[in-house]
């Protein structure tokens, strides 16, 4: 049963669930799915029959016309389409969307309930801020001039980057875009989103491999694969429809799935061989794989010579790792990865799946250029049923990172040197070209920054803003510690190190949260005052595009006004920005729908002018909705339109989409593939790293995609290459007018605004990016070819010596520790390895889905699993409540699980839960009615210190710690 909110005892327990007396009842599917979230009223109707979920009146008040209208689910990044029927502005029920290509008329459990995402009770429904310890009522007017206020001293007394930035991946792309450009005009890189603590690492290591750090095909050209890899991830909790896209190829290919996690998961339940490691041993796994495939010759040597630079260094790497090494640093038998190994062979093309069980680890990147390196040594890479299908976390993850909500880049992946500030000057200043006006917009940004060296420096990442704050000033490369944090759409329960995360809070001057729901920023400090909480509305209540993990963009209608006195994240940053002093200048290329509202499809349109990089420039809003109106057309496997408007085009149009959206280029469903012409969807590799090194060739050998006209591999495209080929003579006099205002023959194709260098590449069939081999090798990060190292708390102290760590050092403005951390021998006290990962239930943080009573009630505590011989060796049995303490002293009281799920030596812990922290219920710290139904230890607060060395992602796989009865 859901416990009562006010005093966490649960009422009437022997009383029959309410699914329970669902399931006693005849209820079709659609009537199910009409009523699966709990309309307004909810907290009166659980409190008035003594915990027991009854159906509200506005779900059944349906009298008027009922309207449909279309949306995205706001969960994970599959994309699954929701039907929304409202009637007189209430949403009364929801259906899947049957004719998406994504989720074909499937849903999860939270798919299944996001209704009540928008209609929930348990929302923020007001601006408040904490006064002598209570929560305040205020208006919105007041809000943004107390915190404008604020900031404003803040910024006056210690710089800019004083105040941090905190984004989302819940933000639609548009909100995303408006964020980093925000964080710009405020005059600071301190911007980040949840990106940086899950697929950072991913996004990092495959860029370096091969050009753009995404997911290369899609869930459905899984259809495609001989054989299935997932390893660290667990798509049948984490991305439920994704499991039917693998499954399609399972039964109707009979492709072998081989699922390698430390712990026996549900999708491992799926696999016809499941391979458990030690956790942080990903690396020494997959070139123990390797080491059959090239001991053998099995490798793809034809796909290597012409498409692949060092893999001979690779080899070297590999050879180390016979079977009986692997098996001693991973405990993985050699024979079992032989099988794997010819299992892979034996089934080409393969797809690479994976998730955060490999991205979060101190040499996360380490891991997945690891996984890229397999499917290069196979030839699966740039084909259809191959590549690495990296599947993302959040709705908008994938979307939030393309625009730039990171402290190291700008809107798609331009840097931070002179030239892409420039570049993007000149895009907000509305020119195509150098001009007075665009010159002007720039050194506006640079006077919001304060220097030079700031506005090209990478920012402090999320996953160390508490460090930011904690450490001494004189250790950090910015004029000052921060003081004010911007917490906007985003759970703080998901990072590492809660304890010192408390230390921080208390310690700022101003904590800002800005979300639909109170998140547990809201009772993790201590403080009495300076806290305050806005009411953003939900993406159900505004509108714009959303990009799944295949790189595909969805367009959001709007399905009901905002509720209660929330506002869109768009019309918020309108209101800072005009607060601030520069919303003139900021929305001077957007329309307002309202006095505060911008439009959205203005702003889809601005990043449209800029983001040549990764081709988000041909997805006009009108192209996203037609796709979205016209998804019965499209192809389920090749995602490809039959006829129709949108004939030929592929669904979404995933990036890159080249050129305007008047070219009509269809979109990239495989990216690499070189059987398809650059215009109809095909791509080579990317040159963006040069075209030698150390006298080899950097570009690919006697191969290119279909119909170019270049036959061999070629340099990425400026205008001078144009002027060599003798191709310039197909630029119009306005492109060749926007380009020589801009550099003249040295002008790139990812700064010419008007996209005619672009567009006479393609013209000819060539990538504009150029035509190169993958590196195997990436010589400009810490370790080049990719190496085991073992964690900075590991349990096998007799590995270190073999495989230590980094040496200290300082990374994103801060110091960074390793070595120092591994020279401890933590093992003795701490014995157990700690992992952690995802529930089918729950989402991120947990804070929207663990008020959701659908969900709260599948899943109502928070637990431990432990191997039944370490929880007999402990005196501990099934459901008892124990600690689980880390080596730094966080610890959470759970329910033990005991189960055979994980290995004997590795206790896991779900990450979605908050509100109890170190034994202590903080109920009543939320704002009256906004406290979730469902409270409980965040696994966090016993996870410890490690970033990777590239990126900064977290380390929450590999830590150790101790568990004793409670």
């Given at each position: ?875 501990i049995k099934d459901g008892e409540q124990v600690w689980v303490e880390g080596p730094e002293k966080g610890r959470v009281k759970v329910a033990a699980m005991v189960t055979e799920r994980v290995g004997r030596g590795v206790a896991f812990m779900p ?56």
């Amino acid at each position: 049963m859901l416990r009562k909110k006010t005093n966490g005892v649960a009422g009437r327990p022997r009383q029959m669930s309410p699914l329970a007396q669902a399931a006693n009842t005849a209820v079709d599917r659609r009537a199910f799915l009409r009523g699966s979230g709990l309309a307004i009223g909810g907290l009166a109707a659980l409190g008035a029959t003594g915990g027991t979920v009854t159906r509200a009146e506005a779900a059944s008040a349906a009298g008027g016309k009922v309207e449909i209208r279309k949306s995205v689910c706001t969960h994970c990044s599959v994309g699954c389409t929701v039907l929304a029927e409202v009637s007189d502005g209430v949403w009364v029920g929801q259906e899947p969307g049957w004719d998406s290509p994504f989720n074909l008329g499937a849903h999860c459990a939270k798919g299944a309930s996001v209704r009540e995402h928008a209609h929930g009770e348990r929302r923020l429904k007001y601006p408040m801020k904490m006064q002598n310890g209570e929560w305040v009522r205020m208006s919105w007017e007041d809000a943004i001039n107390e915190i404008g206020d604020g900031m404003l001293k803040i910024r006056e007394e210690s710089g800019p980057d004083s105040v941090y930035w905190l984004g989302s991946a819940k933000h639609n792309n548009e909100q995303a875009y408006l964020f980093r450009k925000f964080a710009a005009y405020w005059g600071t890189n301190n911007v980040d989103h949840q990106a940086r603590i899950c697929h950072s690492t991913t996004v990092a290591g495959v860029a370096n491999t091969w050009g753009y750090g995404a997911m290369t095909n899609s869930y459905n050209d899984i259809h495609n694969s001989q054989a299935i890899f997932v390893i660290g991830g667990n798509p049948a909790e984490a991305h439920p429809v994704s499991l039917l896209h693998l499954l399609k190829a399972k039964e109707e290919r009979n492709a072998p799935l081989i699922v390698c996690d430390p712990r026996f998961t549900r999708t491992a339940a799926h696999a016809d061989e499941y391979v458990r490691f030690r956790p942080g041993t990903d690396v020494a796994l997959i070139w123990g794989i390797l080491w059959h495939i090239f001991d053998n010759g099995w490798e793809d040597k034809e796909f290597i010579r012409t498409r692949v630079w060092g893999m001979d260094q690779i080899r070297a790497e590999v050879a180390k790792w016979t079977p009986e090494e692997t098996e001693r640093v991973t405990g993985t038998p050699g024979s079992q990865l032989k099988r794997v190994a010819r299992t892979l062979v034996n089934n080409r093309p393969g797809t690479v799946i994976w998730c955060m069980g490999g991205t979060q680890h101190t040499n996360g990147n380490n891991n997945t250029r690891a996984y890229c390196v397999l499917q290069l040594a196979l030839g699966n890479m740039g084909i259809s049923g191959g590549g690495t299908n990296i599947f993302r976390g959040h709705d908008n993850v994938q979307g939030a990172t393309d625009l730039g909500v990171l402290s190291h880049t700008l809107p798609g992946y331009y840097g931070l040197k002179t030239g892409s500030w420039k570049h993007w000057a000149r895009v907000w200043a509305g020119e195509k070209t150098a001009s007075e006006k665009a010159e002007d917009e720039y050194n506006f940004i640079l006077g919001q920054f304060g220097s030079k060296e700031l506005m090209e420096s990478k920012g402090i990442p999320v996953s160390r803003w508490i460090d930011g704050v904690l450490e001494d000033a004189a250790n950090i490369d910015q004029p000052n510690n921060l003081r004010a944090m911007v917490l906007w759409g985003h759970a703080p329960n998901s990072q590492t190190r809660l304890v010192e995360m408390n230390q921080a809070m208390n310690k700022l001057d101003m904590l800002v949260v800005i979300d639909p729901y109170p998140t547990v920023s809201a009772i993790l400090h201590d403080r009495k005052d300076g806290v305050y909480l806005l009411p953003a509305c939900t993406q159900f209540e505004t509108r714009g595009s959303v990009t799944a993990s295949n790189r595909s963009l969805q367009w959001r209608e709007q399905v009901v006004d905002p509720l209660f006195e929330s506002k869109s994240d768009h019309e918020i940053i309108y209101l800072f920005a005009e607060k601030f002093g520069f919303a003139e200048r900021f929305f001077q290329n957007i329309a307002m729908d309202s006095e505060t509202e911008p439009n959205v499809e203005d702003i889809t349109r601005e990043f449209n002018a800029g983001m040549w990089t990764v081709g988000y420039t041909g997805q006009s809003p009108e192209r996203i909705k037609l796709h979205m109106e016209y998804q019965h057309t499209f192809d389920r496997t090749t995602l490809q339109a039959v006829g129709g408007p949108a004939d030929g085009d592929y669904y979404g149009m995933p990036w890159p989409c080249w050129g305007t959206a008047e070219m009509g280029h269809p979109g990239t469903p495989n990216l690499y593939d070189m059987s398809k012409p650059v215009s109809e969807g095909g791509l080579t590799f990317r040159a963006r790293f040069g075209t030698e090194r150390d006298g080899d060739n950097l570009l690919a050998e006697g191969v290119y995609s279909a119909g170019s006209e270049i036959q061999d591999g070629y340099p990425e495209f400026t205008m001078q290459m144009l002027m060599d080929l003798g191709w310039d003579g197909d630029l119009t006099d306005e492109e060749r007018a926007a380009i020589d205002g801009v550099a003249g023959p040295k002008t790139n194709w990812k700064t010419d605004l008007s996209g005619g260098i672009q567009r006479v590449a393609i013209k000819h069939e060539c990538a504009p990016f150029g035509n190169a081999k993958a590196r195997a090798v990436v010589w400009t990060f810490p370790d080049p070819v990719p190496l085991h190292r073992e964690p900075l708390y590991t349990p096998r102290r007799d590995l270190v010596a073999d495989y230590p760590t980094y040496d200290d050092r300082k990374a994103y403005r801060l110091p960074t520790k390793y070595a120092s951390i591994q020279a401890v021998d933590h093992a003795g006290e701490y014995p157990m390895v700690l992992t952690s990962g995802r529930l089918v239930e729950y989402e991120g943080g947990g804070d929207e889905t663990r008020s959701n009573p659908w969900l709260a009630e599948l899943q109502q505590e928070m637990f431990v699993e432990v191997n039944p011989f370490d929880a007999n060796n402990l005196g501990i049995k099934d459901g008892e409540q124990v600690w689980v303490e880390g080596p730094e002293k966080g610890r959470v009281k759970v329910a033990a699980m005991v189960t055979e799920r994980v290995g004997r030596g590795v206790a896991f812990m779900p990450f979605h839960f908050g509100g109890h922290f170190q034994g202590e219920d903080r109920r009543s710290h939320y704002p009256k009615g906004a406290d979730p139904y469902v409270l409980g230890e965040s696994s966090n607060t016993a996870q410890t210190y490690g970033y990777d060395s590239v990126t900064q992602m977290q380390e929450t796989k590999a830590t150790l710690c101790k568990i004793m009865k409670a």
